[in-house]
């Protein structure tokens, strides 16, 4: 029998109502023929409740503990999702991450699938039972510790788990219909992407388009597993990302991001080693670096650029100092009110001229690029934080993504 | 290192504050010397939040998916009371009852424990860490299902767990300060018993005294471990129960209980066997009898009368009628307007005269007696239902147990 692996967000299963409604989609798919396994997060605000919770408890980390409580949310999820699918005569079992075999890493809070043992997860089938497995949790195998996996862990269980299954594809329900060419709350005449490859939807991802995470989109990349997003609303196709898409398009979607901060060190004597003396210190803190950008230099200096989440900013500007002083550079700044606008497209790999016709738009429209940076595949801008808006609408209508879904 | 095992229920981790507050008693009980391990329940109406939802999703039976369900509660609550004992300066660990090695049979939502295999637990006692174990529930070794212990399950954790960790007492927290002469709410004068046998606490709690469960208090019993009974709001003494007490008491105190029913099957049959005739279906339909009564015979035929718990009264009638048509007997009669009144004290065993006391005290204050049920230390008489209160209070009065604590 074929094997569906279905993955149900918080919004999907917020109350009793919406967890029935995923009960009969789910005994629908069954009652086709094909085997279900479903992957849930904790209902509507669940996690975030049980966050204040240990906020009000305590103000100091508690990381073993923390993901002790944190994952009281799927289990509730997943216990009263197999209730109600019992209740339409389809035997249904749950199961917690660590009985399912997700095997991680031992970091709380940011753990890693190392490996998945779905024995009984494959018992159940076996004995004809829709499955029901926590997202977003796992186990430490050598500390026997619960563990979870941050954010967007539960689509990232959903796809291992299809891979370690063999499952035909894995499909992510969620609020939205689909991957859209830019943010709809940003532009009105988004259009939804019908399909989209791996490589795209993992730039799309890590640049800002919410819907899905990097890590998701990554293992299914790696164990080529076609990962179909959908509303869990109604029955419409979604989005589906896979290996290849028929249609290569040239500039697929938009994606924006206004949450990083860009800094500056200034007058760097341009020697060897001097990016890695500036790097190291950064990634030993722990501070994820997006773009980096070095100029060409001038008289023996030149100005190194990056950028970091905001809320890394004050630390990574202590950081730089601290290099800055030790390399005799000229200096550190910081500017908080930046923002991110990255251009995707398969397409972009043949064809020439993307990137010159986005400068372009970004001009006409008055915008002042601050930074660039390119991968065969996506050229990003750093621009001013209250022009990013308007350089998506721009884009949008200039690289031509308006009305025809691609 | 001396070891203690403190229970602490729904109402003495209601929030975060009073959290913190069994944060800092356990950790005041640590700097003392001693190694703790703290049994929790869900805070405050938990596992009652879990059941609504359950209800809301579906109005049929899910044994195992429930008890998946309502050990989310203790979860809670243990991951967050590990926190605030780290807070403290203090190493702590929450350990589900199935990583504590809680194992039970299968019964989902009446589990009973079968063993214990604590290896976690000593190894975070031998780390020097408070070790935080979720109550009421467990696994089921053969399945691995996640199983709940029903009504006192906490309590049956905790005392189990002293025993298989060779603590040298249980303490039970509860937000009442012991146990009384009689329940508080009915007689004004009762009085907080400071020590108490086991065999009288098991012949009260079985009888409606509702501070203990029969069930702890017989591991307690089994296992010889002494439990105190002690209000988690101050340091004050609560009651002791262990095997001996060094004042033995005539009576130690009265129990009621007013949700019995009287079924009285008549003009039976006295022939051998009769009896076992009409217990047998009781029991396969799993209706748990409290007290029987049978009289000596007239004219060839007796009168047979139990009480059963009053939600059980109509089966317990239908299964009487159809065995009394079987043998012949003259009918069944239900009375659910009755009620028990149960007067225990291990003196009895020695001292006579207390249960023609007891039925003089009845006499004077007017309450006809309708059943007489006796052990070697107690005697219980069914009474009209709303004749009980004003009997524990004659009672009470009459058998001197008031101003003097025992």
């Given at each position: 029998m074929p094997l569906v692996v279905q993955k149900y967000g918080g919004t999907s299963v917020a109350d009793a109502d919406r967890i029935r409604h995923v009960a009969r989609r789910i005994v629908d798919t069954y009652k086709e023929g094909e085997n279900v396994v479903a992957v849930v997060s904790a209902m509507g605000d669940g996690t975030d409740e049980l966050l204040a919770l240990a906020r009000d408890v305590s103000q100091q980390d508690h990381p073993r503990e923390l993901d002790m409580l944190l994952t009281a949310g799927e289990r509730i999820t997943m216990s009263l999702l197999a209730m109600a699918i019992q209740d339409l005569g389809v035997p249904a079992m749950s199961l917690t991450g660590s009985q399912a075999g997700i095997l991680t890493t031992g970091r709380h809070g940011h753990a890693e699938i190392v490996e998945i043992k779905a024995m009984r997860v494959r018992e159940?089938?076996?004995?004809?039972?829709?499955?029901?497995?926590?997202?977003?949790?796992?186990?430490?195998?050598?500390?026997?510790?619960?563990?979870?996996?941050?954010?967007?862990?539960?689509?990232?269980?959903?796809?291992?788990?299809?891979?370690?299954?063999?499952?035909?594809?894995?499909?992510?329900?969620?609020?939205?219909?689909?991957?859209?060419?830019?943010?709809?709350?940003?532009?009105?005449?988004?259009?939804?992407?019908?399909?989209?490859?791996?490589?795209?939807?993992?730039?799309?991802?890590?640049?800002?388009?919410?819907?899905?995470?990097?890590?998701?989109?990554?293992?299914?990349?790696?164990?080529?597993?076609?990962?179909?997003?959908?509303?869990?609303?109604?029955d419409g196709e979604g989005t589906w990302v896979k290996e290849d898409v028929m249609e290569e398009a040239v500039v697929r979607g938009i994606a924006h991001n206004i949450s990083e901060a860009k800094v500056t060190v200034f007058a760097v004597p341009d020697t060897p080693g001097i990016a890695a003396s500036l790097f190291e210190p950064l990634a030993t803190a722990g501070i994820n670096v997006d773009m980096i950008v070095q100029n060409i230099s001038h008289d023996g200096t030149t100005d190194i650029s990056?950028?970091?989440?905001?809320?890394?900013?004050?630390?990574?500007?202590?950081?730089?100092?601290?290099?800055?002083?030790?390399?005799?550079?000229?200096?550190?700044?910081?500017?908080?009110?930046?923002?991110?606008?990255?251009?995707?497209?398969?397409?972009?790999?043949?064809?020439?001229?993307?990137?010159a016709q986005m400068f372009r738009v970004l001009s006409d429209a008055g915008i002042n690029i601050q930074m660039i940076s390119t991968s065969p595949i996506r050229i990003s801008c750093v621009v001013d934080q209250h022009q990013v808006e308007s350089a998506v609408r721009a884009l949008h209508v200039g690289l031509g993504l308006e009305g025809s879904s691609s």
């Open positions: 159940g089938l076996d004995e004809g039972k829709v499955v029901i497995v926590a997202g977003y949790q796992g186990v430490d195998p050598d500390t026997k510790n619960v563990t979870t996996l941050g954010r967007g862990g539960s689509d990232a269980t959903a796809v291992a788990l299809a891979s370690a299954l063999g499952a035909g594809r894995c499909e992510i329900y969620t609020d939205v219909d689909g991957v859209f060419t830019a943010d709809p709350r940003v532009v009105e005449d988004a259009v939804k992407i019908d399909g989209i490859t791996f490589e795209e939807m993992l730039e799309l991802a890590s640049a800002g388009a919410g819907v899905l995470m990097p890590r998701s989109v990554e293992f299914g990349r790696r164990f080529n597993i076609p990962i179909h997003v959908r509303s869990s609303f109604h990056f950028t970091v989440p905001t809320e890394a900013s004050h630390l990574a500007k202590a950081e730089a100092e601290a290099v800055a002083a030790d390399v005799g550079a000229g200096g550190v700044s910081v500017d908080e009110r930046v923002g991110k606008v990255t251009v995707v497209g398969i397409g972009m790999k043949t064809e020439s001229g993307v990137a």
